[in-house]
């Protein structure tokens, strides 16, 4: 009985540590942050022109800090400037 119920416990942990986890980050999610980071740089600009330069320093900045990054660490970059450009 010990056993089923370990094996219980262990199975419901595994299953709440999956729900948690986010996906896996594949090159179809990537290309959908990059189409949504482009559209909100664009009404970003369209809303306040004067954030251009201010907005495209901060790109500069995490395309370097995240350059040659696997696709983990491009999704968390692209999560990053919609972070910053949607305020």
Do not use: R
């Amino acid at each position: 009985m010990k056993s089923i119920l370990s094996i219980a416990l262990i199975v419901a942990a595994t299953a709440i540590a999956g729900c948690s986890k986010e996906p896996p980050c594949t090159p179809e999610i990537i290309a959908k942050k990059a189409q949504e980071l482009n559209t909100a740089l664009q009404q970003a600009i369209v809303k306040d022109p004067t954030k251009v330069q201010e907005l495209s320093a901060k790109v500069q900045e995490l395309a370097t800090k995240y350059q040659g990054a696997d696709d983990s660490q491009a999704c968390k970059a692209y999560d990053d400037l919609l972070s910053v450009i949607k305020g």
